[in-house]
């Protein structure tokens, strides 16, 4: 007689959530890669010239809502893992409300904090131990804009994340990213 006749076992599935650029993604897979399910929710952007911008609350609330759609498969999950677009800045106070919108990205409005970097530090792998670029979309020369052009922005940020990182801190309360 089999040991547990009669008795189902919880499924322990695994849900990939992806912050992208046009949309977030929900993946649910069986522990050994199995498809379970796929959502997704469309992200609006704002697009004016070099800035290009996207409101941070978007990523949580399509989270929220991609959870709510699959409360079935939510319920069976054992582990998140999170992705997403990058390099994005997105700024938070202490309490993780946004101070400023997010510098996706395709945000290429820092072209002169990159060129001043750039001369500056010149090969970065020395400095910051990557080949990032000094680029104006990259997060240094978009940091450097906004302490230029918004320090009112940079007095009220607690973390600088990535939109995967902001979606984690309002899923676990801790503001953890890569070096990225």
Same mark, same amino acid.
């Given at each position: 007689?089999?040991?547990?006749?009669?008795?189902?076992?919880?499924?322990?599935?695994?849900?990939?959530?992806?912050?992208?650029?046009?949309?977030?993604?929900?993946?649910?897979?069986?522990?050994?890669?199995?498809?379970?399910?796929?959502?997704?929710?469309?992200?609006?952007?704002?697009?004016?010239?070099?800035?290009?911008?996207?409101?941070?609350?978007?990523?949580?609330?399509?989270?929220?809502?991609?959870?709510?759609?699959?409360?079935?498969?939510?319920?069976?999950?054992? +582990?998140?893992? &999170?992705?997403?677009?990058?390099?994005?800045? @997105?700024?938070?106070?202490?309490?993780?409300? #946004?101070? !400023? *919108?997010?510098?996706?990205?395709?945000?290429?409005?820092?072209?002169?904090? +990159?060129?001043? &970097?750039?001369?500056?530090?010149?090969?970065? @792998?020395?400095?910051?131990?990557?080949?990032? #670029?000094? !680029? *104006?979309?990259?997060?240094?020369?978009?940091?450097?804009?906004?302490?230029?052009?918004?320090?009112?922005?940079?007095?009220?940020?607690?973390? @600088?994340?990535?939109?995967?990182?902001?979606?984690?801190?309002?899923?676990?309360?801790?503001?953890?990213?890569?070096?990225?």
């Amino acid at each position: 007689m089999p040991r547990f006749d009669g008795a189902k076992l919880a499924r322990q599935l695994v849900l990939g959530i992806d912050i992208g650029t046009s949309s977030v993604k929900a993946l649910f897979l069986e522990p050994f890669g199995d498809f379970v399910a796929r959502d997704e929710m469309k992200l609006p952007l704002t697009r004016d010239g070099n800035r290009v911008e996207q409101d941070p609350w978007d990523y949580v609330n399509a989270v929220r809502s991609l959870l709510q759609r699959n409360l079935n498969l939510v319920e069976q999950t054992v +582990a998140i893992g &999170l992705s997403g677009q990058t390099p994005t800045v @997105v700024c938070i106070d202490e309490k993780g409300n #946004p101070t !400023s *919108p997010a510098l996706i990205w395709q945000d290429n409005r820092a072209e002169k904090e +990159a060129a001043d &970097l750039r001369e500056r530090f010149g090969n970065p @792998v020395s400095v910051i131990g990557t080949s990032l #670029p000094w !680029s *104006p979309s990259a997060c240094p020369a978009k940091l450097l804009w906004l302490s230029q052009n918004n320090p009112n922005v940079v007095s009220k940020s607690r973390w @600088v994340l990535q939109p995967k990182d902001f979606v984690g801190f309002h899923l676990t309360g801790t503001a953890v990213s890569d070096p990225w």
